[in-house]
Nanobody, 115 residues
Framework: QVQLVESGGGLVQPGGSLRLSCAAS????????MAWYRQAPGKQREWVAT???????TYVDSVKGRFTISRDNAKNTLYLQMNSLKPEDTAVYYC?????????WGQGTQVTVSS
């Protein structure tokens, strides 16, 4: 059984920063794909960033240059460093894990960007 628990969300002013964490427990394999998604009120869930193993990273255009996805395999933890936050980044952020044909989601953490 795999569990994903996000943390680090909160209220931040425009231009501020937050770092989200996603702690994974259970049978976690180092060669897998982890990602962050987000869902704003009234909108569909949107892919934000992906990291494959510990190397290849990709981002949605709207966060390129502002967000950085990373992972610590020793701690089974995924991160999302978010800088220069904008009000349109407000959403519930979800951790996603794909390995050996299975997909797992965390419960989400709220990020609110507002003055």
């Amino acid at each position: 059984q795999v569990q994903l628990v996000e943390s680090g969300g909160g209220l931040v002013q425009p231009g501020g920063s937050l770092r989200l964490s996603c702690a994974a427990s259970g049978s976690i394999f180092s060669f897998n794909t982890m990602a962050w998604y987000r869902q704003a009120p009234g909108k569909q869930r949107e892919w934000v960033a992906t990291i494959i193993a510990s190397a290849t990273t990709t981002y949605v255009d709207s966060v390129k240059g502002r967000f950085t996805i990373s992972r610590d395999n020793a701690k089974n933890t995924l991160y999302l460093q978010m800088n220069s936050l904008k009000p349109e980044d407000t959403a519930v952020y979800y951790c996603h894990l794909s390995q050996r044909g299975a997909i797992y989601w965390g419960q989400g953490t709220q990020v609110t960007v507002s003055s």
